[in-house]
């Protein structure tokens, strides 16, 4: 059995999905689905409570849909699981670490809002691939 862990998330591991979603054309109604999805899963008035919180309403047809919809899966699939184990105790030594260093290149997640993600949370860790390219208000995050 491990002595000690640490379980790690970041305030957006929603990116992967936000980007297939926000290009997927397949479909006229992201929040529709969602909105579905949230109510099999959770039930009527938890589902409400939690897609109230996001902004997602049956009338939501508006560009911050894919992200709010993004946002919410980050927060109750990943978020949520990751502090569930970590509240288990089920290794001595847990160390739950949110990675929030927010994205300093210019792409599609940083037009639409500040956020850290998983990917550029592995690509900082490993230490220097990325350092001649980050802002210099990076520096003291990136060595702590």
């Not at 305030?11 to 054309?25: E, V």
């Not at 099999?40 to 709010?68: E, V």
């Not at 260093?101 to 599609?108: A, K, M």
Request: charged content about 20%; hydrophobic content about 40%.
């Amino acid at each position: 059995m491990a002595q000690a862990q640490i379980i790690d998330t970041t305030t957006y591991d929603g990116g992967i999905s936000y980007n297939i979603l926000s290009r997927d054309t397949s479909r006229e109604n992201h929040v529709s689905a969602s909105l579905h999805i949230a109510q099999d899963i959770y039930r009527t008035a938890h589902a409400k409570q939690l897609c109230d919180i996001y902004s997602l309403s049956p009338g939501t047809q508006d560009n911050d849909a894919p992200q709010r919809i993004c946002l919410f899966e980050s927060d109750i699939e990943f978020f949520a699981a990751v502090l569930a184990m970590a509240e288990a105790n089920l290794v001595p030594k847990t160390y739950f670490h949110v990675f929030d260093l927010l994205i300093p290149f210019d792409r599609q997640l940083r037009k639409n809002g500040k956020f850290a993600t998983h990917t550029f949370d592995v690509v900082t860790l490993l230490d220097g691939v990325l350092e001649d390219r980050l802002p210099g208000s990076y520096a003291p995050a990136i060595q702590a």
